[in-house]
């Protein structure tokens, strides 16, 4: 087996250090305020990079803005074409039991209250995944200037300043929990965009064929070298992945206080979106499906009555696949149908901006 546990512990040890360092660099030299304003930027548009920024920081956006090795770009064409088929479905999984599933690693959801972010905001937690998502799997995003590959450098130097923050807050017991956002968080968080998808699609009755689902992962793979993972931890295929999957969730997973009250903030906004009263079971349900009834005890999530319909919706969803891909235009229409939804549903509850800046993340 190719992930030990003495090698994920060892990969909780260990940040981002070209990002982290970066970073204390920046802090060194007051140059925060800046990176805020350019990070705010790059998100917005493909735009060259001003020239003014910090010489460090311009070298480092320049450096890191292609994996290290080559790139199959028909795979990466194959995973965004994917997610334009399913993107309707994926966000599902990711908005309801991906998200738990995150919240079920202990020792990971300590850093998402140390920032005290998704109590308060869940609405944006949530909206700050589904705008990453949509734009890093969009045709053409990771090509040089793409609006993913920027999305994802401002992710990678987010992720480097709450590290920073936490480091300078004195707080963070680093023997216990190792480094905050370690390379053990972001596999397990990149499993669960990749291989996690791919097992909850099939649970709602998709059929994933073999190369699509390895296509996908790839892609995702793609995505963690430039955010900031080590390659060499990378998953090379989807039996791999789901070694890794299973490894870390069996390391990592279980009760805690952070982890309900971060999925009471997501469940509580999921209530807020659905109109009127019938549907408020509904996501419960898709939790305790997807996710498994331990993980949904454990984060407090109640039974409800659309647990027995849910039950069903594999069956159901599979024979409606079934038929309308014996009509290819009937297929065609829906897609496009699922994947407008998608767009209406995370323009309906985005407001402002997607991301808070860099200065005050490390205030």
């Not at 705010?40 to 292609?66: A, G, Y």
């Not at 090509?143 to 920073?164: D, S, T």
């Not at 923050?165 to 965009?193: K, N, R, Y």
Request: net charge neutral.
């Amino acid at each position: 087996m190719r992930y030990t546990q003495p090698y994920l512990e060892s990969l909780r040890q260990i940040g981002d250090p070209a990002a982290d360092s970066l970073i204390e660099q920046l802090a060194n030299n007051g140059d925060l305020a800046r990176v805020s304003q350019v990070l705010r930027q790059i998100t917005k548009n493909d735009q060259p990079l001003p020239r003014d920024l910090p010489p460090v920081l311009f070298d480092w956006l320049e450096h890191h803005c292609s994996p290290s090795g080559s790139i199959d770009w028909q795979r990466i064409n194959n995973g965004a074409a994917f997610f334009a088929r399913y993107g309707m479905a994926i966000t599902v999984v990711l908005s309801t039991a991906a998200l738990v599933g995150c919240y079920a690693a202990q020792k990971g959801v300590k850093v998402l209250t140390q920032t005290q972010r998704l109590q308060a905001e869940p609405y944006r937690r949530v909206t700050e995944s589904g705008h990453f998502v949509m734009t890093v799997l969009q045709p053409q995003a990771l090509q040089n200037n793409g609006a993913g590959l920027q999305v994802i450098q401002k992710v990678r130097l987010m992720h480097a300043a709450v590290r920073y923050q936490i480091a300078h807050a004195g707080q963070w017991q680093s023997a216990e929990l190792g480094v905050p956002i370690c390379q053990e968080d972001m596999l397990g968080t990149l499993m669960v965009f990749s291989y996690g998808v791919i097992w909850g699609l099939e649970q709602l009755g998709y059929r994933i064929a073999a190369q699509a689902a390895e296509n996908f992962l790839y892609t995702w793979c793609v995505i963690g070298e430039l955010i900031g993972v080590d390659p060499a931890s990378l998953p090379r295929s989807m039996a791999e992945a789901e070694d890794l999957a299973y490894s870390i969730s069996n390391r990592q997973h279980g009760p805690s206080d952070e982890g309900r009250e971060l999925t009471q903030a997501l469940l509580a906004m999921h209530t807020g979106l659905l109109p009127g009263r019938f549907f408020d079971g509904m996501v419960p349900a898709l939790i305790h499906h997807l996710a498994g009834d331990e993980v949904a005890r454990w984060m407090g999530v109640p039974q409800t009555r659309w647990k027995y319909a849910v039950r069903y919706l594999k069956t159901l969803n599979s024979a409606m696949r079934s038929i309308t891909q014996r009509f290819p235009a009937i297929d065609e229409q829906f897609d496009r149908l699922t994947f407008l939804l998608l767009q209406r549903w995370t323009g309906a509850i985005h407001r402002g901006e997607l991301s808070e800046t860099l200065s005050e993340r490390v205030a």
